[in-house]
């Protein structure tokens, strides 16, 4: 296999594979908004910028004005050319100087700050704090404040997007990575960019909503706190959730999945698409997103049997469950159907019992239906009743 | 003293007898932070001594490997909870060591100001239990008279009388306040002028010095063996004190000296902490003129470990997320081990501390002081009698959330 370097580490790649995909399938990252490996390139983040040398090729060279702290002035200076690790395709013997350029960590620093520069003081109330990439990328690469000390630009927040999704463009930072899932992989090309540099946004096509079987994959897209799924709105704060290894019940496409749940209270508010390029990809459907739901509904949670007093199976699976040692409780890496939350034997697929309850109360509310029906038991029926049914 | 009844033959019948055994704690007045001693005796002597310390557990090391590196400080605040602002200093202390923070010139004072407050604080409830449990209850109320200037000096700079979480990973939680060297101006004279009456008060009282002298005595020698430190290893002659011999903060440039006894018994224990309150005095009023009153409390160029000012946090992104990621996060210590030691009120206290470069401590481990002095006390106390124990052990000095943790 042919190979790059990678800050002098032998990286191999597959023909055509931009800088930044041959060092993810390594675990190298380099920092990243724009691209997201089931999309499109669209390069437009900036923040993937590296240091790059081609063999036999010369590095080309800026010239630039740099602040000289001794002579108190700018002197010109010459600096490379950085390239987008998204979309610099590799070649043989390519050279690339990601984390150990200062060239690099400046862009990336610069990058990030003007990112930040009209981002609303968000974190407290946004969903997605805890997961954000710009905050990771803040103390990875920035660490200062702000030098910019105007207003803000102003923009639409809460823009309700459909049925699932709402929409805030303050948050947004524009990387467009929504609006290429709906055109390439749903094929629905329903958002859409708008207005330029800091005015952009996102928008709806004229007339339409967000709509369709894959509407929820946006918000896992969406590197920031920009879109966000109406059904875990503010439901859970992300670092109280663990996660564990699951596979979507939804159907028998299998699409692998993490199961976010909440070790106190036992709930489970999100599931999201885990990686299989083998399965699923990175994606997966609303309906799938949503089975957490059905799985919770319903679910026999209080025993009731002759003599004793209902005793809460929630309670005490909790208590079970309080008792066991750290290792086992986190239980991350487990793969079954809704992984951890069967180790706590509450989230498990429906037992049989449950199933005869269901049956019974179908039963009954069926013969409840029948003897509404039945005119022997109900007496003569008003004549208006019995002519509406003679029409159906 | 002598036993008096000790060769009286009152019969020509020589009855055999068993020792007694007899339990002081662990819940026992003068057995303060829950100790027990299992003492075997004979008549008033005691023949043999069995310490079990381990009723107050805590988890105070275990409890570090939850939470965040921050978190750790209300912890060591309980640790030695006479003197916890030099156990906040001497956590944040050895995680600075770890992770390369040279803290700014006014908050090395700041430390040393509020460290030695803290030490005063400690040897004068040390002295006064000590006093009151040999019955003399004046001294007691005299000296916590003095206690309380310094705690409420305490209360105004930190907010807390005692669990005061003041320090910070670089820094402190707040700066200093303007009042504190005029403060300082007032306490010094009264706390001192307090302890010279309760030396009055204790010094020619022959009960009490009875009672002292000669009495737990221990060898330099062996007291080194057992791992002494602190007043009590200096009350054997050793001059061993971490501020000398290893000088942090800013311990180089303050002329102290380091009173050493004698003998070793309780007495010279309890005049080498009266002497080390005057050497902190002093220590307090050359602070008083060598402390910066301006500049910066925090280190400024180390935004992953330092929180941000609130006016940040609540009016720029960057602020809340640098806050957001200390807080929720914790700030992330480099990768490494080490062992940082301050004096603290009883003596070496080290924290060893493993960090795997997570928010989190890895492990925490403490060398708490009075555990080394403890555990060597059936070796002082043996051959003395019953009522013995109880001065003896207040000497000691145990705190019992630093040494059960
Ligand atoms: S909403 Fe999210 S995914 Fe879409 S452009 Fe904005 S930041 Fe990118
Ligand atoms: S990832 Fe956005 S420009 Fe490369």
Sequence with gaps: MPVIKIDGREIPFEKGDSIIRAADRQGIEIPHYCWHPGLSVAANCRMCLVEVSRPGGRQLMLDVLAWDEEKKAYVPQKKPKLEPACQAECVEGMEVKSDSSPHVALARKSVQELLLVNHPVDCPICDQAGECKLQDYWLENQKTSKRMLDEPVHKPKAVIFGDTIVYDAERCIVCTRCVRFMEEVAGDAVLEKRERGNLSEIVLAAGRKLEGHYTMMVDHVCPVGALTTRDFRFKARVWFLRKSKTICPGCATGCNAWLDYDPRTGEVPRLRPRDNTDVNKYWMCDDGILSHRRVQQDRVTARASAGRTPASRSRRSRRRFRGRPAARRQGQDRLHPLGAARERGQLRPRHPGEEARRQGALRRQAARVGRRRDPARQGPQPEHARRHRGRG | ?405
Aim: proline letters at 6%.
């Design chain 2, 1 to 405: 003293m002598e036993p008096t009844d000790y060769d009286i033959d009152e019969s020509e019948l020589d009855l055999p007898t068993e020792p007694m055994r007899l339990a002081m704690g662990p819940s026992h007045p003068a057995m303060h932070g829950t100790i027990r001693m299992m003492v075997e005796c004979d008549g008033e002597m005691l023949t043999k001594v069995d310490v079990e310390m381990g009723f107050l557990h805590r988890g105070f090391e275990k409890m570090c490997e939850r939470g965040t590196w921050a978190q750790c400080f209300p912890y060591t605040d309980r640790l030695n909870y006479v003197s916890p602002m030099l156990c906040n200093v001497g956590f944040a202390h050895a995680v600075e060591k770890l992770a390369d923070i040279e803290i700014t010139e006014r908050c090395k004072w700041y430390r040393v100001v509020l460290g030695e407050l803290a030490r005063i604080t400690d040897h004068l409830t040390c002295n006064a239990a000590m006093a009151m449990e040999l019955g003399a209850f004046t001294p007691f109320l005299w000296m916590v008279r003095a206690r309380e200037h310094i705690w409420d000096l305490l209360e105004e700079e930190t907010g807390a009388r005692l669990t005061h979480s003041f320090a910070r990973i670089g820094g402190m939680a707040k700066p200093p306040t303007p009042l504190l060297k005029a403060r300082l101006g007032e306490v010094i004279p009264a706390v001192r002028s307090i302890i010279d009456e309760s030396m009055k008060l204790l010094l020619k009282n022959r009960i009490f010095l009875d009672r002292m002298q000669g009495v737990g005595v221990m060898s330099a020698a062996e007291a080194v063996q057992w791992g002494w430190t602190g007043p009590t290893l200096r009350s054997t002659g050793v001059a061993y004190d971490v501020r000398k011999a290893h000088p942090y903060l800013v311990y180089d440039q303050l002329d102290f000296d380091v009173p050493v006894g004698e003998r070793g018994d309780n007495y010279d224990r309890y005049l080498v902490r009266n002497e080390e309150m005057y050497q902190s005095l002093r220590m307090l009023e050359q602070c008083v003129q060598k402390m910066p009153d301006d500049g910066p409390i925090n280190v400024a160029d180390r935004p992953e470990i330092v929180l941000p000012e609130k006016k940040d946090v609540y009016t720029t992104i960057e602020g809340t997320i640098q806050h957001f990621k200390l807080v929720m996060e914790g700030a992330k210590i480099p990768a490494g081990e080490v062992y940082g030691f301050t004096e603290g009120g009883n003596g070496e206290l080290g924290f060893y501390i493993v960090s795997d470069g997570t928010g989190t401590p890895y492990r925490v481990r403490i060398r708490p002081p009075c555990v080394f002095v403890l555990q060597s006390f059936p070796r002082m106390i043996r051959g003395h009698m019953i009522a013995d124990v109880v001065p003896t052990f207040g000497s000691v000095n145990m705190i019992g959330g630093e040494c059960d943790r």
